[in-house]
């Protein structure tokens, strides 16, 4: 049962062959035995679970028959959902419950789906690891001495461990992918204001968004059409209505026009991973696409951009978090300051204190024109970049990722051997496209990804040529030993 | 050494908006602790701001009165720093690009004369909630009730030259706001608060001094007071060989001085920087030209007009258009009677006297238009002396009378205008003044002028006020010469 995809469990519970009850109590049976290698869960919210699938089951019994009705999923801990904890994978919220649900839980929860737990992540999804949380690493299914990848590194391992079939996440630089790429996964970075933010706690609020983690592409396609859509309590999300993603899917890629970025092929890059991701541009030229060079030119700038503008609204969207109203308060304050410094002091983690200091630097006065009004600028250029090369070719292509899973602790040392982790996935965000990881092959074991990127607002696009590449390969319905 | 003292002010407005300026939450005050915070307001995880369109137009409003230009495109962007009663650890404001650019504001002295203040801009932001000290055992409590109340920030040019001209600057603001109804100008409860911006310089000097900024002045008494108080400070401090520096200083009314807050050294870093939360805010002319066809005649357009078409002086003009409720109250006296001069005298001297007594609004005036407006116009038919008028004035605060002639009629106020009766009245008097009157014959006509009020004075209490004064003069005149 654990090995299904959403697809195949909505087949399956379509035709009574389980309901929704046993898949859970199933799923997690699982979770308790497995995920202690793991560590993939914050929280498992079994009650929840069985009272939703319960739910849905009713549902399903009444004549109901959404292809998400009882589909057991997790979400990244920092959606908020109501009741339950929403750590954010930091101790500052370790006693957090949220009195509301994220407008992507209330969806979700509305199409009918399970949520069976909150999924472990990098401390204020700040890292490319899943190494800076409060609730200790996650390790990599396909090498459990290796990372998952971050900061949706929970959601990464939970599914690739078969725990679940199919997880939220979020992307700020790469979050959903890079962790996609490092566990064989298929993960979709929605256009800047497809899915909702209401309800996920900000890291960089210009650059952060969610979307769906699963194996396939067609289970990506069947969350994001329940999660995506205008909210009126964003105001950074865009009135405009959704494709069809689901429909998409089957579109055959004769003439589909790739382009291959010289700057995604240069040096840093694994060189097997530049094999790989040639073998996987060569599946789909068969499939009728056609392969053309490239340059995004500012690609080099992108990692100082970023460095500077996440870190910048961080110290700002962090702010909130002084010991006053919720969260971690320390013991017995002196006074106001004391308050602040320590209930911050001992509630944040390193990386997350790291950050907050960057980007209060960069926001102070005397140096926000040098760096935030400068990687600003770089932002507005990686963004016509992407807007040109999408004049002459319909999709990008490229390695998700440099290397393949490091060895937890690997990187702990120096932060910024870490931050190059991010080097292909960054762009995006900084220009708000959609781009979408999904498996192309092994090397020594472990998982190789590789990242297309489309216009914005055109996940159809990505999903399809994702799920056409899926229809000719099998590295996706690949499970790590054990799992 | 002459010293010119320079003074630029900021004003907070808090829009009269339903609700607050990012959140639903409804904006009435006074109402329990926190009631009125939503999850926004309590800066939860993971919420997010939608900006209310009414407030945009509000302060559209105000730039569109003060000839300001509108941006087409402005920002919100944040203002960090902790506070306790700040949830979010930062205040969402405008910085590069506020929705109100340069405009200005005419001011009117007590002596007529017309000044023109510049306003450097004005921009939205959202109130703090309040921190409350008392109550809560050595511990302070949090209301964010107040916490997300738009606020427009109106700076002025440091082109204010005294403490008069500052309150009359804030008095024209305030009169503005009320009247384009995007303020209630309450300063009692903080509807409307004042920063000053206070520097001295030598006569003829062309820079400015350093300057100390005096914060939050709630009402247009402390404003003089605050400023005086702080520009004799400065004085005496250079004058004795110091230096005044910039810095943040706080107004104790009740021992009449300022002292500081903190030091520009001590002061924050806000980190400005664009709020991702929130897109920039587009503003169509035709939105423009929407919300100017909906503007009030303001202030300055009714002084203009009642001076025009009334002929009052500016002074008296200025005082009657300065709330949109007196004006219409002067409007409607004047309609009913229709003298200006008469109607603008009653309202600015026994109207405005009985409700400063009481502590009355003009719109809870126990005496309405029509009826101060029916007893002047009394006055006029020469029914009443201005005298006995006032008296019909009080019976009608007094609820004695629906109508000044309903009061006249019942306590008999009528005006005698009848020679023979007066005549009658004033023989009586002589006679029983004949001393008088000898002494009055023998005089010569610089003391005859003096005993003339005396004879002037035994007729009307004779006649109980209700003679007609001119006629009582005129033949006491007559009958004493003759």
């Given at each position: ?99 509301y649900d994220a407008t992507v839980v209330e969806r979700l929860a509305a199409a009918g789906t399970v949520t069976l737990g909150k999924l472990n992540m990098d401390e204020f999804a700040m890292g490319s690891a899943n190494e800076s949380s409060y609730y200790g690493p996650v390790k990599n299914p396909w090498d459990p001495t290796r990372v998952p990848g971050g900061s949706s590194g929970g959601s990464a391992a939970a599914i690739a461990a078969r725990l679940i079939p199919a997880a939220t996440g979020t992307d700020t630089g790469g979050s959903i992918r890079q962790p996609a790429a490092l566990t064989n996964l298929t993960g979709l970075k929605p256009t800047y204001g497809r899915v909702s933010r209401w ?229 995006a965000n900084l220009a708000g496209i959609p781009g979408i990881s999904m498996p192309a092959g092994f090397i020594d074991g472990l998982p190789v990804g590789v990242q297309l990127l489309a216009p914005y607002f055109q996940e159809a696009r990505l999903l399809n040529v994702a799920h056409q590449y899926q229809q000719v390969t099998d590295w996706h319905t690949r499970a790590p030993q054990g799992f | 050494m002459q010293w010119e003292t320079v003074i630029g002010l900021e004003i907070h407005a808090q829009l009269a908006t339903q609700s607050k300026i990012f959140s639903g939450s409804a904006t009435t005050f006074g109402a329990e602790p926190n009631t009125q915070a939503s999850l926004v307001d309590l800066g ?439």
């Amino acid at each position: 049962m654990h090995q299904l995809t959403l697809a195949e469990i909505a087949r399956n519970l379509s035709q009574k062959r389980f309901s929704a009850e046993e898949l859970t109590r199933t799923l997690l049976a699982r979770i308790e035995q497995l995920d202690p290698q793991l560590n993939s869960f914050i929280s498992v919210t079994e009650e929840l679970a069985l009272e939703q699938a319960r739910a849905a089951d009713a549902r399903r019994a009444a004549g109901e028959d959404g292809a998400l009705l009882g589909a057991p999923i997790g979400h990244k801990d920092l959606f908020c959902t109501q009741g339950v904890r929403t750590s954010c994978g930091s101790r500052i919220l370790d006693a957090f419950k949220a009195p509301y649900d994220a407008t992507v839980v209330e969806r979700l929860a509305a199409a009918g789906t399970v949520t069976l737990g909150k999924l472990n992540m990098d401390e204020f999804a700040m890292g490319s690891a899943n190494e800076s949380s409060y609730y200790g690493p996650v390790k990599n299914p396909w090498d459990p001495t290796r990372v998952p990848g971050g900061s949706s590194g929970g959601s990464a391992a939970a599914i690739a461990a078969r725990l679940i079939p199919a997880a939220t996440g979020t992307d700020t630089g790469g979050s959903i992918r890079q962790p996609a790429a490092l566990t064989n996964l298929t993960g979709l970075k929605p256009t800047y204001g497809r899915v909702s933010r209401w309800g996920m706690v900000a890291y960089a609020s210009s650059l952060d968004q969610g979307g769906p983690m699963a194996r396939t592409a067609e289970d990506c396609a069947l969350l994001l059409a329940a999660m995506a859509g205008f909210d009126p309590k964003d105001s950074t999300s865009v009135e405009q209505p959704l494709d069809d993603y689901l429909a998409a899917l089957s579109q055959p890629l004769a003439g589909l026009r790739i382009g291959l970025p010289k700057e995604y092929f240069g040096a840093g890059l694994d060189p097997k991973i530049a094999d790989a991701v040639m073998r996987a541009v060569d599946e789909l030229k068969k499939l009728g696409a056609t392969v053309k060079d490239i340059s995004l030119p500012n690609m080099q700038h992108a990692i100082p951009s970023y460095y500077v503008i996440a870190p910048a609204e961080a110290s700002s969207n962090l702010s909130r978090f002084d010991g006053v109203r919720f969260g971690y308060r320390c013991e017995n304050p002196a006074d106001l300051t004391d308050l602040y410094k320590r209930s911050r002091a001992e509630g944040f983690g390193d990386e997350v204190k790291r950050r907050i200091m960057v980007g209060t630097y960069a926001l102070s006065a005397g140096y926000y024109d040098a760096y935030y009004l400068k990687a600003q600028k770089i932002r507005r250029l990686i963004k016509n970049d992407f807007v040109a090369a999408f004049e002459e070719v319909d999709v990008i292509l490229g390695p998700t990722t440099p290397n393949l899973a490091w060895k937890l602790g690997e990187k702990n040392a120096d932060p910024v051997s870490a931050y190059l982790e991010d080097i292909y996935t960054i762009t995006a965000n900084l220009a708000g496209i959609p781009g979408i990881s999904m498996p192309a092959g092994f090397i020594d074991g472990l998982p190789v990804g590789v990242q297309l990127l489309a216009p914005y607002f055109q996940e159809a696009r990505l999903l399809n040529v994702a799920h056409q590449y899926q229809q000719v390969t099998d590295w996706h319905t690949r499970a790590p030993q054990g799992f | 050494m002459q010293w010119e003292t320079v003074i630029g002010l900021e004003i907070h407005a808090q829009l009269a908006t339903q609700s607050k300026i990012f959140s639903g939450s409804a904006t009435t005050f006074g109402a329990e602790p926190n009631t009125q915070a939503s999850l926004v307001d309590l800066g939860m995880p993971g919420t997010l701001p939608v900006l209310n369109a009414e407030a945009v137009r509000m302060a559209c409003k105000f730039g569109l009165a003060i000839d300001a230009v509108i941006a087409e495109k402005n920002v919100f962007a944040r203002k960090n720093y902790f506070y306790p009663d700040l949830p979010k650890g930062y205040q969402t404001s405008q910085m590069d690009h506020p929705i109100v650019g340069k405009g200005h504001l005419d001011i009117t002295l007590e002596d007529g004369t017309t000044r023109r203040i510049g306003i450097t801009r004005a921009h939205l932001e959202e109130d703090a909630g309040k921190s409350l000290h008392e109550d809560f055992h050595g511990m302070s409590g949090i209301d964010l009730n107040r916490a997300g109340t738009p606020l427009l920030e109106i700076v002025s040019e440091p082109d204010i030259r005294s403490a008069k001209e500052a309150v009359a600057y804030v008095k024209a603001i305030h009169a503005l706001v009320r009247y384009l109804g995007i303020c209630d100008g309450n300063m009692a409860e903080g509807s409307l608060r004042c920063d000053c911006n206070v520097s001295v310089r030598p006569k003829g000097q062309a820079e400015f001094g350093t300057r100390a900024e005096i914060k939050n002045v709630n009402s247009f008494r402390f404003i003089e007071k605050a400023i005086n108080h702080e520009v004799q400070r400065q004085i005496e401090l250079i004058e004795d060989g110091g230096k005044v520096v910039q810095e943040t200083r706080l107004y104790d009314p009740n021992k009449d001085e300022t002292r500081s807050m903190r030091s520009k050294e001590e002061a924050n870093d806000y980190r400005y920087f664009p709020c991702p939360d929130l897109l920039p805010v587009v503003i169509e002319q035709r939105f423009l030209d929407e919300v100017r066809a909906s503007l009030p005649e303001l202030p300055v357009h009714k002084r203009e007009r009642f001076e025009r078409e009334f002929g009052l002086s500016a002074y008296d003009a200025t005082v009657l258009a300065a709330s949109r409720e007196l004006a219409d109250y002067f409007e409607a006296v004047q309609s009913a009677c229709g003298d200006a001069k008469l109607s603008a005298n009653w309202v600015m001297g026994e109207l405005s006297s009985l409700l400063n007594k009481d502590n009355l609004d003009i719109q809870q005036s126990p005496v309405s238009a029509e009826q101060l407006g029916g007893m002047i116009q009394r006055i006029k038919d020469n029914t009443i002396s201005g005298k006995i008028a006032k008296m019909v004035f009080e019976a009608l605060a007094a609820g004695e009378g629906a109508t000044a002639d309903e009061i006249i009629e019942k306590k008999g106020l009528k005006q005698v205008t009848d020679t023979n009766a007066i005549e009658a009245m004033l023989d009586e008097v002589l006679a029983a003044n004949a001393e008088q009157v000898e002494q009055y014959r023998a005089s010569d006509e610089a003391k005859r002028g003096k005993m003339f009020g005396f004879f002037v004075g035994q007729a009307m209490k004779a006649s109980k006020g209700k003679a007609n004064p001119g006629q009582v003069n005129q033949l006491l005149k007559k009958k004493l010469e003759g």
